[in-house]
Nanobody, 126 residues
Framework: QVQVVESGGGLVQAGGSLRLSCGLS????????MGWFRQAPGKERDFVAS????????YYADSVKGRFTISRDNAKNTGYLQMNSLTSLDTAVYYC???????????????????WGQGTQVTVSS
């Protein structure tokens, strides 16, 4: 079992930046994929970005490409989502997810991920 805890959300003005963190604990040696998703009120949970836990290769949704950067620090068992040039459209609860399975980083299916955090709220004021 793997525990996932996000942090770093908050209120930021449009054009600003935030960095989210995702700490993993438990059987982290088995993790192969980490992903970030977000869910705005009344909407489905959308894919944001994913990363290969071992190799560091990443993939982004078109809506965040060029503005967000996903990374990880294996030694700290922590992943990150650096978010720049934020707009009101980025307002959502952001979820971190992890999986021991190997699948295409371009997969946007939340069902691919086995372990989820509780979410952290990001609010962008215009």
């Amino acid at each position: 079992q793997v525990q996932v805890v996000e942090s770093g959300g908050g209120l930021v003005q449009a054009g600003g930046s935030l960095r989210l963190s995702c700490g993993l604990s438990g059987r982290t040696v088995n993790i192969n994929r980490m992903g970030w998703f977000r869910q705005a009120p009344g909407k489905e949970r959308d894919f944001v970005a994913s990363i290969s836990w071992s190799g560091g290769t990443s993939y982004y949704a078109d809506s965040v490409k060029g503005r967000f950067t996903i990374s990880r620090d294996n030694a700290k068992n922590t992943g990150y989502l650096q978010m720049n040039s934020l707009t009101s459209l980025d307002t959502a609860v952001y979820y971190c997810a992890a999986s021991p399975r190997i699948f295409a980083l371009s997969s946007s299916d939340p069902g691919r991920y086995d372990y989820w955090g509780q979410g952290t709220q990001v609010t962008v004021s215009s």
